[in-house]
């Protein structure tokens, strides 16, 4: 008789009796379930596995697709997969390297002669050709309908085969692990290794683009929203160079991944790497004050950026720099400005949207600006909280000489907040935590999982909000900046990268046990267990080491600025 387990699908409510040892894509087969758009993964016990996970005990399953965050993270890893066996194929000897997110796509740089992993000064540019070959390979790929194999074996035998392959940035994060097995994948003989759940054929990559950027190429994928077209193409030219100048900063130090910066902790040099990368974001800082000193017609600078962005410390230190060049910093905060509860937009679930731009009094903020430039002395508002309602402060401000305004705020980059100042009178900053390390060549780190753990450390020590109810939250508030924020940056002046290449061997340390705190029987367990095991690669670094300057202090406490 066949043995079988049960288990409970999430998706209709129905329980099944499952051979035992079924993976889960035969599972969604035998629920008959019919998904708008096929499951990528599944949330296991709260766990997120891939389709290729067998069960051999009861479980509680919910199939994800491409519109849930971990499907299109499994969907989007599937395509780096393709991608580099297409490269292989084309050019066996290349190098391919999952670069950074851009332009609502991903950065590929691909160097066809090279075996290393070390760009030689020689080598070729890829070309809009060669573009289209690898467009081409990959539909290939996809319509051969190849099977994705999954392998488990020994840590150390993965990292004799990928040293074999010549990819040490893999040989170099294995051997960092600590782990006894490791996972690896493989499409018609072509081997790598993901971080992460993958598709079980290259059949269901049913949508993707790919185009000519720059030297290198943009992958673009489905849009989350609407998984049936590719989500919009936005040129994003000043967050691409902010990108490239922190990998100009990376070749200083020689630290492009995890693997490297596991071996500087290793080797007892993580004290110099803080120094050197603490001194090189100063110095983007000191750039920028000296450009608005530079402009003699500014009045104030505007800083913007998504949630725990660093936007606070960026704002002192820059004050700091102003002053250095005889530029006195006046504060003003937006959130004095907020309407009269009852005059507050309303979200669609008809709650107070206090994020929204009309939650402000855009024409007292115009009123009083211009009026400070012309030399008046004006009475700012206060915003009563517990109140709901605007009120006068009593504090009288008038522009001294010397003098500049300072606005920090969600919508301080987006026009209309500020439409009747003249242009010439602003200088618009865009602070973000930009990931720029890699956990290997074919990995990179999503720039959204450094801000939640600096989120998730922040409202724990400073609000008493545990982790669970941070990534709870983190849905909504990344819906906020997508509409507030993002589409914005590129008005910036300056961008500035508040990301460290150290900073996440450091936050592990805080992170860690609150990401443990969370309850397995929640869903918000599935992240929690995704940071914890993203972390595990990464060597910590004592807090201790980082200076009471450090952006970073705004996050992990003991900073020498107040908040």
């Not at 790497?273 to 750039?287: D, H, T, V, Y």
């Not at 060549?441 to 941070?470: C, F, M, Q």
């Not at 460290?500 to 267990?529: G, R, T």
Request: charged residues 25%; proline residues 5%.
């Amino acid at each position: 008789m066949e043995q079988t387990v049960k288990v409970f699908c999430k998706n209709n409510g129905q329980q099944y009796d499952v051979p035992l040892g079924s993976n889960i894509q035969e599972l969604y087969r035998q629920t008959g379930l019919q998904m708008d758009y096929f499951p990528v993964s599944a949330r296991v016990n709260n766990k997120v596995e891939g389709m290729h996970f067998r069960i051999y005990k009861q479980k509680e399953v919910e199939f994800l697709d491409v519109r849930s965050s971990s499907g299109l993270r499994g969907y989007t890893r599937t395509l780096f997969f393709v991608l580099s066996k297409a490269a292989h194929d084309l050019w066996p000897a290349c190098r391919v390297v999952i670069d950074i997110p851009v332009s609502n796509g991903y950065y590929v740089d691909i160097y066809k002669e090279e075996r290393g992993e070390k760009k030689g000064e020689s080598q070729p540019p890829i070309t809009p050709d060669d573009v289209h070959a690898l467009h081409q390979r990959m539909q290939e790929i996809i319509d051969a309908a190849l099977p994705i194999h999954r392998f488990e074996t020994t840590t150390k035998e993965a990292i004799r085969m990928f040293r074999e392959l010549g990819s040490m940035s893999k040989v170099k994060l294995l051997e960092g692990s600590g782990r006894l097995y490791t996972t690896y994948y493989d499409i018609d003989g072509y081997k790598d290794y993901y971080y992460g759940a993958l598709l079980t054929n290259t059949s269901q990559l049913y949508l993707f683009g790919l185009e000519y950027y720059y030297d290198g190429v943009l992958l673009r994928i489905p849009s989350q929203q609407d998984p049936s077209k590719l989500d919009a193409f936005t040129r994003q030219d000043k967050m691409f160079e902010i990108f490239k100048e922190h990998h100009r900063w990376q070749e200083i130090l020689g630290l492009r991944t995890v693997g490297d910066l596991n071996e500087v902790i290793a080797q007892g040099h993580a004290n110099q790497l803080i120094q050197i990368s603490e001194a090189l974001q100063e110095k983007k800082i000191a750039q920028i004050a000296d450009e608005i000193a530079r402009r003699k017609s500014t009045r104030m600078v505007l800083i913007a950026g998504p949630s725990s962005s660093g936007k606070t410390t960026t704002c002192k230190r820059l004050s700091v720099q102003l002053a250095v060049n005889g530029l006195w910093p006046v504060p003003i905060s937006l959130d004095d400005y907020f309407l009269d509860r009852d005059k507050t937009p309303r979200d669609p679930d008809g709650d107070y949207d206090f994020e929204h731009l009309h939650a402000l009094n855009i024409p007292l903020l115009n009123e009083q600006l211009n009026a400070l430039f012309r030399g008046e002395e004006v009475e700012l508002p206060r915003y009563n909280f517990q109140q709901g309602r605007s009120e006068m402060s009593g504090r009288r401000l008038k522009l001294k000489p010397g003098e500049i305004l300072i606005v920090e705020g969600i919508h301080a980059l987006n026009p209309e907040l500020t439409a009747q100042i003249p242009e010439e009178q602003k200088f618009r900053v865009y602070a973000s935590a930009l990931t720029t390390i890699l956990l290997d060549s074919h990995n990179y780190i999503p720039t959204t999982d450094n801000r939640l753990l600096r989120r998730i450390i922040r409202d724990h020590k400073y609000r008493g909000v545990t982790a669970r109810e941070t990534i709870r939250r983190w849905t909504s508030v990344r819906k906020g900046e997508n509409r507030w924020i993002f589409p914005y940056q590129e008005n910036a002046d300056m961008m500035f990268n508040s990301a460290m290449l150290f900073e996440l061997a450091v936050i592990k340390s805080q992170a860690e046990p609150l990401l443990e705190q969370v309850p397995e029987d929640c869903e918000e367990y599935a992240e929690a267990y995704r940071l914890r095991k993203f972390l595990a690669y990464i060597k910590p670094i004592p807090e201790t080491q980082i200076p009471p300057t450090s952006l970073l202090r705004e996050f992990l406490g003991g900073s020498s600025f107040k908040y």
